[in-house]
């Protein structure tokens, strides 16, 4: 496969194959690729993590578990976005931006 695919082609590849389990390296060389090329396009995409570990990327921060019940009854009840949660439960902290 010379010609170049585009982004949707190639996630649909990768999410085929993972899902089928085939060997990293039958998926790496139908898209034209390296291995280390697909294992970071399918980390990205999210196909290699537990639902767990992906949420926690997306966040940008881990959840402890003895906090998680805390966190969401913030996060439902409260109304709290995300990263304000994460501040009040000490999870982050809170971080100056270049703008203020």
Known sequence: M???LNSEARRKIILDGYVNNEPLKDIAARIGCSLASLKVT??????TR??????D???GFHIPENK????????NIGQYK?????EILGLLTVQSS???
């Open 2 to 4: 010379n010609a170049k």
């Open 42 to 47: 399918a980390s990205k995409i999210g196909c």
């Open 50 to 55: 537990t639902p767990k570990e992906a949420a």
């Open 57 to 59: 990327f997306r966040r």
């Open 68 to 75: 998680r019940q805390d966190y969401y009854q913030l996060m």
């Open 82 to 86: 995300a990263r304000e949660c994460a």
């Open 98 to 100: 270049g703008n203020e």
